[in-house]
């Protein structure tokens, strides 16, 4: 059974890429991210969970949103083995790996040039 969306909580988050294709062989291979296919043009990201749910999409399109919006965050157990594989898997680290007062953090832009953070707790 699929769990109840909470209130006021982040539900889905959407990333606009630019080849459907590379953009699930990298989130797969980096993070091991399963998709849901729904066509061409578009994959759900499934819950790691299993149950059956999903977290979010990639969306193909040209079509850019504006600059400035939300950065999204993934945890990772290991951020040093995290950067090895987005970089193995094409990506680039564009900020850090940096310390802050809950751990250390870096950036990354995936192939289509989104920029998305990771951080770990050590």
């Not at 080849?19 to 399963?34: E, H, I, M, N, P």
């Not at 939300?70 to 193995?88: G, K, N, R």
Request: charged residues 20%; glycine residues 14%; aromatic residues 10%.
């Amino acid at each position: 059974m699929t769990p109840a969306p909470v209130h006021h909580s982040i539900d889905y988050v959407e990333l606009v890429v630019d080849d459907l294709d590379t953009a699930k062989r990298f989130y797969s291979d980096t993070f091991g991210w399963v998709f849901v296919d729904y066509g061409p043009a578009y994959a759900g990201i499934a819950s790691p969970t299993g149950d059956g749910s999903e977290v979010g999409g990639l969306l193909a399109s040209e079509e850019r949103r504006p600059a400035g919006g939300p950065l999204v965050l993934l945890y990772s157990d290991d951020l040093d083995a995290t950067q090895t594989a987005i970089v193995e898997s094409g990506g680039s680290v564009v900020q850090g790996p940096y310390e802050f007062p809950g751990g250390r953090r870096l950036h990354f832009l995936d192939p289509s040039g989104n920029e998305l953070g990771v951080w770990a707790s050590q």
